[in-house]
């Protein structure tokens, strides 16, 4: 079953290359400014347990990129998706609508962490209280579509 991309995924997939994009040029516009060590480890108060050199700072838009790549890979083939309930004739269309829309999200909940990270490393700032919303806002979006997949599931009569 091939689905197309809805207005959703489209724009999910714009602000994610947007996000890396830009994480990329950003770092590559500052690379001779930045100094040559950063926080690169932090504990759950947000304090830097560990410094690491500017080299590092590469991983985050590198796997930033590979986790896009790799669910852009995924949602292309809905036949490997588990989804976790039965998928009917009547349903299939919405069920893997929904998946679809579920990766999509995904990428963008995979790739903003990276990038926050990345910003806010280069800044040597400590960890704000950001990754608290992010954690909230990722069981909440799971949630949300395991609840719409659920209805999705549905066979209406």
């Not at 690169?40 to 108060?45: G, K, S, W």
């Not at 590198?62 to 590979?66: D, K, L, N, T």
């Given at each position: 079953m091939k689905l197309s991309f809805s207005k959703f995924d489209i724009a999910?997939?714009?602000?994610?290359l947007?996000?890396?994009?830009?994480?990329?040029?950003?770092?590559?516009v500052a690379w001779n400014a930045l100094p040559d060590q950063f926080p690169?480890?932090?504990?759950?108060?947000g304090n830097v347990t560990r410094w690491g050199g500017k080299g590092e700072l590469i991983a985050m838009p590198?796997?930033?990129?590979?986790g896009y790549l790799l669910l852009s890979i995924i949602?292309?083939?809905?036949?490997?998706?588990?989804?976790?309930?039965?998928?009917?004739?009547?349903?299939?269309?919405?069920?893997?609508?929904?998946?679809?829309?579920?990766?999509?999200?995904?990428?963008?909940?995979l790739v903003a962490p990276?990038?926050?990270?990345l910003f806010n490393t280069m800044l040597s700032d400590a960890l704000q209280g950001w990754w608290i919303v992010y954690i909230i806002l990722t069981i909440a979006y799971i949630v949300f579509f395991f609840v719409k997949l659920f209805r999705a599931s549905r066979t209406i009569i």
């Open positions: 999910i997939n714009i602000a994610c947007a996000l890396i994009v830009g994480s990329v040029v950003n770092l590559i690169a480890q932090y504990d759950f108060a590198a796997i930033a990129w590979a949602e292309r083939f809905p036949q490997i998706w588990n989804t976790g309930v039965k998928v009917t004739e009547e349903n299939k269309e919405r069920v893997y609508r929904t998946m679809k829309s579920f990766l999509s999200a995904t990428k963008l909940m990276f990038v926050l990270v």
